[in-house]
């Protein structure tokens, strides 16, 4: 984790409304973050690109860069926590700021400490994410963003890595579609929901189902929802080795 100034993390705000960066700041500061302030996407880029952050606050509408388009820019080159301020009616762009990375939402108007609680939540999960998870076959290193298949390394985007890493958390165990919103996109109430998990479990299901054995990974239970199977995690010298080391 990022130490900020104040010895606690450090989180980059960026919204156009000065007021409301005030409010954000402020709230977040109450929770021990040091904070870095951006009114347009040229900026919070800079000040990235200067500044390690371990939480980044971004308001989706935004004049000259949307804030869509900076959630995009900067997921291609950091693996920093996204959190998006929406409107009520952007439903639509919750999905695709979700899609292009970022990992939790919340609606305006909010309460300042919902936002506060929320960042805490996501530096958190992101600071217990450094261990190796091994099912079968499949090794991944959420810090590090890495999973590999057998001798194949897996290129996937931002969610599928967060769907297949919540799977393979809890192997033999269903999550529903509920769950795995919850989980993977950060929300339990976002329209279209059951649509957006179904089609990113159909894409990485895809990815997977290319490689040697990869077709065993996934399980649709109808009716229940989706499992990666307890399989037992292979030595280097190809005997079992017992159940995933977690």
């Excluded at 954000?24 to 347009?40: K, N, R, Y």
């Amino acid at each position: 984790m990022t130490e900020g100034r104040s010895g606690g993390p450090a989180a980059l705000v960026v919204d156009d409304e000065p007021q409301m960066t005030l409010i954000i700041e402020f709230a977040l500061q109450t929770q021990g973050f040091t904070v870095f302030t951006a009114h347009d996407g040229a900026t919070a880029l800079h000040l990235l690109r200067s500044h390690a952050v371990d939480l980044v606050v971004l308001d989706v509408l935004m004049p000259a860069m949307d804030g869509l388009t900076l959630c995009q820019r900067i997921r291609a080159r950091h693996d920093v926590p996204i959190m998006l301020l929406t409107a009520l009616n952007q439903h639509d762009d919750v999905i695709a700021g979700l899609e292009h990375g970022a990992d939790d939402y919340v609606s305006k108007p909010f309460h300042p400490r919902e936002v506060a609680l929320r960042a805490q939540a996501l530096v958190r999960r992101r600071r217990e994410s450094g261990l190796v998870i091994r099912v079968g076959e499949l090794v991944i290193e959420p810090a590090a963003r890495t999973a590999t298949l057998g001798r194949h390394q897996l290129d996937l985007p931002f969610t599928e890595f967060k769907l297949l890493t919540q799977l393979a958390t809890r192997p033999g165990i269903p999550h529903s579609w509920q769950d795995l919103l919850r989980e993977v996109w950060g929300t339990s109430d976002l329209i279209g929901g059951r649509d957006v998990v179904k089609s990113t479990v159909y894409r990485l299901r895809s990815r997977l189902s290319g490689l040697p054995g990869g077709s065993a990974y996934i399980r649709t239970l109808r009716g229940v929802g989706y499992l990666m199977p307890d399989l037992p995690v292979e030595s280097p010298a190809g005997g079992a080795a017992g159940t995933a080391g977690r």
